[in-house]
Nanobody, 126 residues
Framework: QVHLVESGGGLVQAGDSLRLSCAAS????????MGWFRRAPGKEREFVAT????????LYADSVKGRFTMSRDNAKNTVYLQMSSLKPEDTGVYYC???????????????????WGQGTQVTVSS
C-alpha cells in the first residue's frame, strides 16, 4: 500500500513557474513507476508525465513537453513536477499516481496506476 500526498499547487500568472511535490509513504517507493495526471475544469483526467522506478525513463504529454520536468528522489520517497512557462490551459487539479507493475516502461493510462493522491490545485491566470 502506498499513500500519496501532493503539495505545491497555487495561483500563478501565465509564464510563471511552479514545482509540485508528491510525498509517498511505504518502504517500496523505489519499486513503483510514478506519474502525474491533471483534470482541467469540465474535462477528463489526462496524462501529464511519468517516470520509471529508477528515474532513467521519462515520458511527457505533448502539451507539456519542453516546459515540464518530472524527477524523483527515492531517498526522500518524493517525486516532483517542475512546471515552467505556465499557460492558462495548464489550470487544473494535479494528481500523483503510483504503478506497481514495473514491467511497463512508461505507463500513461489511468487504469495502469494503482494508487492516487488527492490532488493539488494549480490555477494559471492570463
Amino acid at each position: 500500500q502506498v499513500h500519496l500526498v501532493e503539495s505545491g499547487g497555487g495561483l500563478v500568472q501565465a509564464g510563471d513557474s511552479l514545482r509540485l511535490s508528491c510525498a509517498a509513504s511505504g518502504r517500496t517507493f523505489s519499486s513503483y513507476h510514478m506519474g502525474w495526471f491533471r483534470r482541467a475544469p469540465g474535462k477528463e483526467r489526462e496524462f501529464v508525465a511519468t517516470i520509471s522506478e529508477s528515474g532513467d525513463y521519462k515520458l511527457y504529454a505533448d502539451s507539456v513537453k519542453g516546459r515540464f520536468t518530472m524527477s524523483r528522489d527515492n531517498a526522500k520517497n518524493t517525486v516532483y513536477l517542475q512546471m515552467s512557462s505556465l499557460k492558462p490551459e495548464d489550470t487544473g487539479v494535479y494528481y500523483c499516481a503510483a504503478d506497481r507493475n514495473i514491467a511497463r516502461m512508461t505507463p500513461t493510462r489511468i487504469y495502469e496506476y494503482d494508487y492516487w493522491g488527492q490532488g493539488t490545485q494549480v490555477t494559471v491566470s492570463s
